[in-house]
């Protein structure tokens, strides 16, 4: 299969199964009885390590930078401080696109398949700026994008997280360069959004890009550095899956009860020695590309996290948002049990929602954000574009008018949906 193909059908072709539940008593057991059945074969992982380390030093490579993707940098959230495919070319021809965190899931997503394209095939894609520079673009990237939006892989509909064992954005070892935020601001910053307005054109099409001058004795550090991030992000060796925020519940070290495993360290240390184990001299040509701080020779002992896992869903007591308390909701599970929240609690309910949240979820994004459904809670009209029914048959009255309901919900959904009723005092 050619790699468009199968990144036009990545998830079509998945053999990633859903999140079943599942306990562990300790990280061995956790190791054991969930990370390494997850992990990519070995055969995979091998395959793509051939691939980016010969992509690596084509002189006309691309790389990715994973930076300016999200609102963080700029709390104004203007669309037009958002960069995701947007290129930069250098006057050393060094150039890459930025990207957000989902970029790396068609690399796992491909290695847990245990798909492998042709060397070629790949480079191709890659200078040719056809492979996808993520899944959740704006149409203000969009128009100056030169990388563009591809398919999801739908990882995380099944109730997974892509965890890390060398982080991608932090603790480098290049010069006086620790951060990839660091390393913007020297080399790849910001900048404007028009700056992108130039076009050039080749046997592709046109696309837009940024210029962006580099000096000669900046060379090589900057080329190590995007050697070592791109690694980092796009490499499967560094990658395992664990259970998403909210589908799990495990004890720290503290004693304390989190919702959140991926970003634990004492397991990403466990994983990392386990991986070293599993790929041994491959893992330390990848650690002398990458250029981390430290090598971690600290070993991570067994220790007891008492982990619960599934679809189903683990609530916090309080909000991210809110510091109101969270009221306890009757639990319920698969898609019988949210598709009787929904009847039960949540249509009865959005007569108690004020007129701006109603207005909200009638937007296709903030229904996505809020609840991970794939269609506006609201509508007119109850069919999509297809024909098919997307909504309950008997519509609600709200405010004088009648909307018609999403009925189109899965058990992964149930999390959200319950911290959004508390928070409404809703059930």
């Not at 042709?118 to 191709?124: A, G, L, R, T, W």
């Not at 080399?187 to 046997?203: N, S």
């Not at 330390?284 to 008492?306: P, S």
């Not at 039960?344 to 229904?367: C, D, R, V």
Request: a positive charge; aromatic letters at 14%.
């Amino acid at each position: 299969m050619k790699l468009q193909e199968k990144l036009n059908n990545i998830s079509k072709t998945s053999k990633l199964s859903l999140l079943k539940d599942g306990r562990s008593v300790d990280l061995d057991e956790f190791w054991t009885t969930f990370i390494e059945p997850f992990l990519p074969p070995k055969k995979a992982v091998e395959g793509w390590h051939k691939i980016l380390k010969k992509y690596i030093n084509e002189k006309n490579a691309i790389f990715s930078i994973r930076k300016f993707g999200s609102y963080r940098d700029n709390k104004t959230k203007d669309r037009k401080t958002l960069r995701r495919g947007f290129l930069n070319l250098t006057n050393l021809g060094i150039n890459a696109f930025f990207i957000d965190n989902f970029f790396t899931s068609y690399f796992f997503s491909m290695a847990y398949d245990g798909y492998v394209p042709d060397y070629n095939d790949f480079k191709e894609m890659m200078l040719s700026r056809k492979f996808p520079c993520g899944y959740i673009v704006t149409k203000t990237e969009t128009a100056l994008a030169a990388f563009h939006k591809g398919k999801d892989p739908r990882i995380q509909y099944k109730g997974y997280k892509i965890a890390h064992i060398h982080d991608a954005g932090r603790d480098f070892n290049i010069s006086n360069i620790k951060t990839v935020g660091d390393f913007c601001k020297l080399f790849f910053p910001l900048g404007e959004y028009d700056d992108w307005k130039a076009i050039k054109k080749d046997k592709n099409g046109p696309y837009h890009y940024r210029n962006l001058s580099i000096k000669k004795d900046d060379q090589k550090l900057v080329k190590q550095f995007l050697v070592a991030h791109f690694l980092r992000t796009v490499h499967p060796i560094n990658y395992f899956l664990v259970p998403k925020q909210f589908c799990i519940s495990f004890v720290n070290d503290k004693g304390e009860t989190k919702y959140e495993i991926g970003e634990y360290e004492p397991l990403i240390k466990y994983v990392r020695q386990k991986i070293k184990q599993r790929y041994g001299a491959i893992y330390n040509q990848y650690l002398a590309l990458i250029k981390r701080i430290d090598d971690e020779q600290t070993e991570q002992e067994n220790i007891i996290i008492n982990a619960v896992y599934g679809l189903n869903g683990f609530r916090k007591n309080k909000s991210k948002k809110t510091t109101k308390k969270i009221k306890t909701l009757k639990k319920s599970s698969g898609s019988s049990g949210i598709g009787k929240i929904v009847r039960e609690t949540l249509i009865p309910g959005l007569n108690k929602i004020p007129s701006a949240e109603i207005k909200k979820l009638q937007t296709k994004q903030y229904s996505k954000n809020t609840f991970d459904i794939n269609y506006p809670l609201l509508s007119k009209n109850r069919f999509d574009s297809n024909g098919r029914p997307r909504y309950y048959a008997t519509p609600i009255r709200i405010n004088g008018a009648d909307w018609y309901v999403c009925q189109e919900w899965y058990a992964r959904c149930e999390p959200k949906l319950r911290v959004w009723l508390a928070l409404h005092n809703i059930g």
